[in-house]
């Protein structure tokens, strides 16, 4: 029988992270940045055996197994070792999407993404390559979904942001007083 993934708390500063981790690694993990589309190490691989471990604590978080080929540019996985993974709302760039982070120590995985039919769990993690490293032994770990259905994220949370009707609004209003224009100067010309 699979059993839990045992997740030790792992608490460093970024003077320690610093040390540990090259530039892009830290800048991933522990800044919330982004490697770039279709560069990492482990976006088109795929092993039939093995789990994938976060880059900074080395906390098992995804079976070979569960990686699957979405096209994104990004490692993808369909579900993750139960407890392994933990989420918060990110709304930054002007969208609401899901941050997946390792749950022994925080480091910023990627984002988790649901509803797009790519697997029978509907959820899509978007991991940054260099925010894991690959291990070729297999483990007995109980997997699971990483959102629990009270959260709704989605590619297309740009339209969950206030910010996007106000542009809306404003472009609207432009266009119905430039019509207003043009239509009172064209009579005043005749």
């Excluded at 070792?81 to 982070?101: H, L, P, Q």
Aim: net charge negative; with cysteine.
């Amino acid at each position: 029988m699979a059993e839990r993934v045992d997740v030790q708390r792992v608490e460093k500063s970024d003077a320690e992270w610093s040390k540990q981790l090259n530039k892009q690694e830290f800048q991933v993990l522990r800044k919330k940045g982004t490697e770039p589309a279709r560069t990492g190490e482990y976006d088109k691989f795929y092993p039939s055996e093995g789990h994938f471990v976060c880059r900074c604590c080395g906390t098992p978080l995804y079976s070979a197994k569960a990686k699957f080929d979405s096209g994104c540019g990004w490692p993808a996985f369909d579900k993750c070792y139960t407890g392994a993974v933990k989420t918060e709302i990110d709304n930054s760039f002007g969208m609401r999407r899901i941050e997946i982070m390792c749950a022994a120590c925080d480091g910023h995985l990627g984002h988790v993404f649901e509803n797009e039919g790519f697997s029978a769990t509907m959820e899509r993690h978007c991991v940054n390559s260099v925010s894991v490293k690959y291990i070729p032994e297999n483990m007995n770990a109980e997997e699971s979904k990483v959102v629990d259905g009270n959260v709704v994220s989605s590619a297309m949370g740009i339209f969950s942001s206030p910010l996007i009707p106000a542009l809306l609004g404003v472009y609207v209003l432009s266009d119905v007083v430039g019509k207003g224009i043009n239509f009172f100067t064209e009579r005043g010309a005749r």
